[in-house]
Every structure is written in structure tokens, then in C-alpha cells.
């Protein structure tokens, strides 16, 4: 019977549910950018039709989706996708970097608001545990051949 990480599997769920609540704001619009926190300013160009909110929260949709596939890789859940254990560890440090740095990211972003960075950064905390902790665990079955 085969084995399956339980931490890459949720992260990989996570990072899913985060690429679908980003694509929500892009089908949705201000309404969603506001909810989630994403400023007024990124609301307004929003509800503008601006093209940069669109933009950003597009590269968010795919970089998360990958993320998650990668995620289901290393549970082992999908086919090993190539250079998983490097993937696995930089989804990881990511993660766990922008988690740990939200107060030097604040004021790069002085519209978004507190409950924002502190609600974001303590999901990427977690999400970047979770990749962390299942990459360790399954470090000895990842392949070599295709890390």
C-alpha cells in the first residue's frame, strides 16, 4: 500500500483554496480585493478596469497553482514533477520568509491593512510548515534522479 505525506497533501490544498480565493478577486472584483485585504488603491483599479490588479493577482493564481501541484507530488499524490526537492525547499523558504517579514513589508504596502498582514502571514506560516515539515519527511523517497 502506498503512503502518502499528509503535510504536503494539506499544503498542497492550501495553496490551492489560496489560488482560487485569488482568482475569486479577479472574477469578483473590488468587492473581494477590499475582503481580502488587498487595499483600497488595488480595489479602486479594480473597479476602474484597470489591467494591474488583473496582472498581479493573475501571476498569484498560477504561481499558488503550481505550488499546489508540486505539493501533490511530493505527498505523492501525482507523478514526481522534475526538480521537486528544490521546488519543495524554495516553496518552503518563500512561505516561511514571507510569513516571518511581514513587518518590513508593511510599509512597502501602507494600504493594506493590519488584520491583512497578520491574517496572510500567519497562513504563510503555516502553509510554509507544512512544506517544510513534509519535505523533510518524505526527504529519502523524493527522487534523486528527478530533483
Known amino acids: 500500500m502506498r503512503t502518502y505525506n499528509k503535510f504536503l497533501g494539506a499544503a498542497a490544498v492550501f495553496s490551492a483554496i489560496a489560488a482560487l480565493a485569488h482568482l475569486g478577486c479577479i472574477v469578483f472584483g473590488a468587492d473581494w480585493y477590499r475582503f481580502f485585504g488587498a487595499g483600497e488603491q488595488m480595489a479602486r483599479m479594480a473597479e476602474a478596469g484597470h489591467w494591474y490588479p488583473t496582472a498581479v493577482t493573475s501571476v498569484l493564481v498560477v504561481v499558488l497553482g503550481?505550488?499546489?501541484l508540486y505539493g501533490l507530488s511530493g505527498a505523492g499524490l501525482i507523478k514526481v514533477l522534475p526538480l521537486l526537492r528544490l521546488a519543495l525547499c524554495v516553496i518552503s523558504g518563500i512561505f516561511l520568509i514571507r510569513g516571518f517579514s511581514f513587518v518590513a513589508l508593511m510599509p512597502m504596502f501602507p494600504e493594506n491593512s493590519?488584520?491583512?498582514w497578520l491574517v496572510s502571514s500567519a497562513i504563510c506560516l503555516i502553509m510554509g510548515t507544512f512544506y517544510a515539515v513534509g519535505t523533510y519527511q518524505r526527504w529519502?523517497?523524493?527522487?534523486?534522479?528527478?530533483?
Open 66 to 68: 503550481l505550488w499546489s
Open 114 to 116: 493590519l488584520t491583512f
Open 140 to 147: 529519502p523517497e523524493l527522487s534523486r534522479k528527478n530533483s
